[in-house]
């Protein structure tokens, strides 16, 4: 254990970790079972287009959340975008800037304007008293994004949907297996979408997945993830190349083998952070509401960098000398990023509780792969560096200078 600031890796010390620990490794599920549905996939030799690993996913999918439709793709981002054209959004759709930048650009990829709406603060989620100022005669629709698997305010957002005519959907890639007054999420709205992204709760290694209760939207969604196919030389309707493949199905397959393994995990790990973490002010960890089911994939806190002396950039660039490759999701927020900045060089102004969490906050290492001594040695990181704070920020910004000299 680290005693003294100077054997912290930014002033020189050995790094606490050999190898980095990244947020977002991999949940994995039994080796040898994947391994016997990769070499089944190899002796059917049916690799892709609606193999029966992928029918057994979506199968299994649609049971655990609860819905009649789940239609398996690539990946999240262009089963948004299938969504999105699905549903029939066109001109202007409300989102949140506080998201990873897919939600937004699956909108601008079809020439939808992604206008974005401030988050309430307490659930890090678009804040529906925020929305109604925000439609226009060109808006269509809302897409709520179910952070860090946290639910939106679905009845809000679904009463201002009925109230104005709108579509509302759900970017649910982070929430797969969490629930929102005892529903699972991925049954709300006109459909919602899955990611299975390697960094995500379930993975299959790229993917994801469109839920939905609509069978006409199911039936749409289908064609459009498969060029518009409606059978053989039978095209219907336009479309893409959304499908997923064997291997991912398979991989799929067995991470839902062992998903309540996974949750255990991840449970042990949110719970043994909060316990280290509670006595230290200035450091707020996002909790889940722990009535409702949970994937607990995402350590995340807001740093109060006034209340704890040391900025939330500091203290990443302190984790990661030591090797610990926190990250600050979802900074700068979408609407500082191109080609929504240029777009709405002003809503910066609009965005007030956004632009002040993109400031605060910080993603732990979490997962399978992470121990409970990686935490406490985690955790004595961030003790050790706000103990010496003041003596800290003199370091840290004679070092910031000497960089800034050198470069
Ligand atoms: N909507 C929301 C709200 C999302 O958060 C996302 C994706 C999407 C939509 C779109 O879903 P997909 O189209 O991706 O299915 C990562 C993921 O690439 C992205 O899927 C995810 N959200 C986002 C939150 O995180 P980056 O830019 O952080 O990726 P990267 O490569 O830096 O990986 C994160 C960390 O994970 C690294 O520190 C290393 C580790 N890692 C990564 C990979 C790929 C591994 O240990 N093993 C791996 O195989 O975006």
């Known amino acids: ?8 890796a930014i002033f020189g010390g050995t790094p606490t970790f050999v190898d980095k620990l990244h947020v977002g490794r991999p949940n994995m599920g039994n080796r040898e079972n994947l391994l016997s549905r990769i070499n089944d996939i190899l002796d059917r030799k049916w690799l892709t287009n ?16 609860g819905v ?14 299938i969504a999105i054209r699905a549903v029939g959004f066109t001109g202007e759709v409300i989102i949140p800037s506080f998201t990873f930048i897919a939600t937004a650009h699956a909108l601008k990829w079809q020439e939808i304007i992604p206008v974005f709406c401030d988050i ?16 226009t005669p060109r808006t269509t629709g809302i897409i709520g994004v179910h952070l860090w698997g946290r639910p939106c305010n ?6 201002i949907a009925h109230t104005h005519n709108l579509k509302l959907m759900f970017d649910a890639a982070h929430a797969f297996g969490c629930s929102h007054q005892g529903r699972m999420i991925g049954s709300f709205g006109d459909a919602e979408v899955f990611s299975f992204h390697a960094t995500k709760f379930l993975n299959t290694f790229e993917g ?28 219907i309707y336009i479309g893409t190349n959304g499908k997923m493949t064997e291997v991912s199905a398979a991989m799929g397959l067995t991470g839902l083998d062992n998903l309540d393994e996974f949750v255990f995990i991840n449970y042990r790990n949110y719970k043994y952070y909060e316990r280290q973490l509670k006595e230290i002010h200035g450091i707020n960890l996002t909790n889940y509401n722990e009535s409702e089911k949970s994937n607990y994939q995402y350590i995340v806190l807001e740093i109060d960098e006034i209340v704890l002396g040391i900025s939330r950039d500091q203290l990443l660039e302190i984790l990661h000398a030591e090797n610990v490759m926190a990250r600050r999701y979802f900074y700068p927020g979408c609407h500082n990023m191109e080609p929504y900045h240029s777009y709405f060089p002003y809503s910066k102004l609009l965005l007030p509780e956004t632009e002040k969490l993109i400031q605060r906050v910080i993603s732990l290492p979490t997962g399978t ?10 955790v004595d990181i961030i003790k050790l560096a706000i103990e010496n704070k ?4 003199d370091k840290l910004s004679n070092l910031q200078l000497i960089s800034s000299i050198n470069t």
């Open 390 to 393: 003041t003596y800290f920020q």
């Open 50 to 65: 609606n193999g029966i690993y992928v029918q057994e996913f979506e199968r299994q999918i649609a049971q655990l959340v």
């Open 208 to 235: 994801g997945a469109i839920v939905t209760n609509s069978d006409e939207l199911a039936e749409k969604i289908r064609l459009m993830t498969n060029f518009g196919f409606a059978g053989y030389d039978r095209v």
């Open 154 to 159: 679905v009845e809000a957002l679904s009463e």
């Open 369 to 378: 792969s992470i121990s409970l001594e990686d935490i406490t040695n985690i």
């Open 1 to 8: 254990m680290k005693k003294r600031l100077n054997d912290l």
């Open 120 to 135: 309430d603060p307490r659930t890090h989620n678009i804040d529906p008293n925020k929305i109604v100022q925000s439609i």
């Open 68 to 81: 009649k439709h789940c239609i398996a793709t690539c990946n999240a981002t262009v089963a948004l975008e």
